[in-house]
């Protein structure tokens, strides 16, 4: 059964008063105009994500939700400004698939994405693609690999930046393969993407979005997807587990909010966007970008999240990357 908002948030507002608690007059949001923080810049698929839920939030609870880019700092510096934000509701954090890798990634940062954030939903998954220059002579992950460590340290492996999804994708692949590459680290993953056309680096790990024009138009070659499944749209390129089992990498984003936010707010914030994410045209816009709409609840984002941590420690061990 659908409650209506104003039922809703009558009843949230009945059991904080129950439970002894007034989370920051939960019933009367958003009384204002709220800012959703986003640590990158404007135009990659944690952006353009931010900006289909801000319009549909926009509209359905009647007040503006005003995306704000903050990037630098390998997402630092937008997460740390979302992080001390007061937790009233009025500031929003799209995270994404770099947060979990920085919690690992830097010895001292002057945020915690884990202790300071709470998870409302997770908004979008999608994998990435494994991408050569045509002039590879490799067509095939078998025959790339065979290829790669006959050249051991021959092959640049770029990436849009140390600490990257990107990077840690490649450096998991080396550790699952045997296989070593020579990383090269560009500002931005379209710096990286515009020197590969040229030829170098040789091979990239790049989300499907930025890189899906250029796989279609055949000036890039994918040789598979990062996912454990096939992408909808490029059906013919194979995921890298058929040939490196267990091998299974997406990048991610997801709204957090700063820790001590009511909870009938992130239950508002939660069923708002779950409905956002079954609407059909919200749905295609994610998978143009070849991305899938997981949704659900705050539990199992949080869940998610713990789980991309555990796994980026392991290959920042083995990888031994040091950023400070």
Known sequence: MTVPRRQFLRLAASAAALTGTTPARAETYPARPVRIIVATTAGGSTDIVARLIAQWLTTKLGQSFV??????????????????????????????????????????????????????????????????????????VPEFIAYAKANPRKLAMGSGGSGSTGHLAGELFMMRTGVRMIHVPYR??????????????????????????????????????????????????????????????????????????????????????NAALADPTIRQRIADMGGVAPGGSPAAFAAYINDEIARWEKVVAFAHIQVN
């Open 188 to 273: 931005g993953e379209s710096a990286a993407i515009s020197d590969m056309l040229g030829g170098q680096p040789q091979v990239l790990f790049s989300t499907t979005g930025s890189a899906m024009s250029f796989v279609k138009a055949g000036t890039l070659r994918a040789l598979a997807v990062t996912s454990s499944t096939p992408l909808d749209g490029l059906p013919d390129v194979p995921p890298l587990s058929q040939f490196v089992p267990g091998y299974d990498v997406n990048g991610w984003s997801g709204l957090c909010v700063p820790k001590g936010t009511p909870s009938a707010i992130v239950t508002l914030l939660n069923t708002q966007i």
């Open 67 to 140: 995306v704000e880019n903050r990037s630098g700092g390998n997402n630092n510096i937008g997460s740390e400004f979302a992080a001390h934000a007061p937790p009233d509701g009025y500031t929003l954090f799209m995270a994404n698939s770099v947060n979990s890798i920085n919690t690992v990634l830097y010895k001292h940062l002057n945020y915690n994405f884990v202790t300071d954030f709470t998870p409302v939903i997770h908004v979008m998954r999608s994998p990435l693609f494994m991408l050569v220059h045509p002039a590879v002579p490799a067509k095939t």
